[in-house]
């Protein structure tokens, strides 16, 4: 009797593992096709990677979208909050210029730019403040929908109004070129706003309108480029370059070279006890909603510039809901180990780090592990050093989940297995020169 019972507990055993197996296996999304993928126009994408590459389209003629989002560095900066206007030097060697420093640092950690094509993308940044919204004229809700340019083709093409007008990211402080200006004075459409400056300093440039002929058949009929035109190729551009569907992780869902070891192990904790596909689903693995997850923050906040905090409550500077408050986008992973430093103020430096911190927030002190280079008069810290800020943080957060050193250097592994062949180095690269004959960031 008692080998009997040993046989069937073992057999339950097995029944049980074998169906919390399928139960994993059915969590894990389809292989991504192209299918998935907005169809792009290479020729339209070549025109746009020379105005990604290019400081034109800045304020001050020296800041481009590679700035803060170069494929040296996952697609981003490797800062925690990186330096725009005022910053000299790329990646985490960019320094305040002693003689222009940087009013402040940029508020949130440069999101990276992997497969922003795919239909699934439906909410950028990391408030989300501009999402897909059929209902409205434009196709979008933004802050600035009354006055966005008609035209855009996609989400990821109507978000580059936002970097352009900032006066932290791209455009300049108030006094210092013709695009600043106009944003001081509220001018950002129309003939004279900032983003019509912009898109008649790439017109003046005969390669420039070249090129948008060549892509845009209304243009080659007379109809001259606007600011969409410009965001359109940056878009197209970018969904081209950085598709990312080539991992370990994919080769996995395919069936062709199933994942083994270590990230096998991680990818069970995955969509198994550690419950991250909670929120990390689907086959971006983000569920492109908000959550309150407890990360660390630093630098400025997201304040109006007339309010002297340095909180940053997520959502809830987009949705005013109190419910909202200190949650942020859910990421989506696809080479994330080549993104740091991670948190939406880039808190941490160390991958398995921030995943301990993510997990059980309540648990650790709050990390100090940014990448920050020195900004004299600037204190980062004012949120971490207030003990009422950091109660309200992780009074929004959800219950902590420990897992073991082992268990978290699992689910880096699985991460790790996320990383495409071709990384963030893309498929068409840095351009040599762009047409305004100003420095390429390399």
């Known amino acids: 009797m008692a080998r009997l019972i040993v046989f069937v507990s073992a057999l339950l055993v ?3 593992t074998a169906a919390l197996a399928a139960e994993r296996e059915r969590a894990l999304p389809a292989p991504l096709t192209d299918a998935d993928f907005r169809p792009v126009d ?13 400081p034109v389209i800045s304020g001050n003629r020296n800041i481009s979208c590679a700035t803060c989002h170069h494929p040296r560095f996952g697609t981003g900066d490797g800062l925690s909050l990186s330096l725009g206007e005022g910053g000299i030097g790329l990646g985490p060697a960019r320094v305040a210029d002693p003689g222009n420093l940087p009013e402040q640092r940029v508020p949130r950690n440069a999101q990276p730019l992997f497969n922003l094509g795919a239909l699934a993308v439906h909410t950028l940044f990391h408030d989300g403040r501009i999402e897909a919204d059929p209902a409205r004229p434009s196709g979008f809700r ?7 340019p008609a035209g855009f083709a996609s989400i ?7 970097p352009v007008i900032s006066p932290d990211e791209m455009a300049g402080h108030y006094s210092e070129n013709e695009i600043s200006r106009a944003v001081r004075l509220g001018r950002f459409t129309g003939e004279g706003g900032a983003w019509d400056l912009i898109a008649a300093r790439v017109a003046a440039i005969p390669a420039y309108r070249e090129g948008f002929a060549a892509v845009y058949p209304a243009i080659a009929a007379g109809r001259p480029i606007g600011f969409a035109d410009v965001s359109n190729a940056i878009a197209a551009f970018m969904e ?7 991992s370990p992780f994919d080769r996995h869902l395919s ?5 083994t070891g270590a990230a096998k192990e991680g990818m069970d904790l995955f969509y198994g006890a550690a419950g991250c596909a909670d929120c990390h689903s689907g086959p971006l693995l983000s569920d492109f909603d908000f959550h309150a997850m407890g990360a660390p923050q630093l630098g400025p906040g997201k304040g109006a510039r007339f309010e002297l905090h340095a909180r940053d409550e997520g959502r809830m500077e987009v949705t005013g809901h109190p419910a909202d408050a200190f949650r942020f986008r859910t990421p989506p992973l696809r080479n994330v180990a080549t993104t740091g430093p991670w948190g939406h103020a880039g808190g941490h430096d160390d991958l398995a780090t921030f995943l301990a911190d993510h997990l059980a927030p309540n648990a650790h002190a709050p990390a100090r592990a940014a990448v920050l280079p020195p900004l004299p008069g600037i204190d980062d810290w004012r949120i971490m050093d207030d003990p009422a800020e950091q109660t309200a943080i992780l009074a929004a957060a959800r219950p902590d989940t420990a897992l073991s050193a082992g268990e978290i250097a699992a689910l880096v592994a699985f991460l790790d297995a996320l990383t495409g062949d071709r990384g963030a180095g893309g498929r068409l690269g840095v351009p040599a020169t762009v047409p305004s004959g100003l420095p390429v960031e390399r």
Do not use: H, I
């Open 14 to 16: 097995a029944a049980a």
């Open 255 to 259: 069936g062709e070279a199933p994942l």
């Open 142 to 148: 933004t802050p600035l929908e009354g006055d966005m």
């Open 156 to 162: 990821l093409a109507a978000q580059t109004m936002f």
């Open 240 to 246: 081209f370059e950085w598709r990312s569907d080539d």
């Open 42 to 54: 290479r020729a339209e994408a070549e025109l746009g990677q020379l105005l990604f590459y290019d």
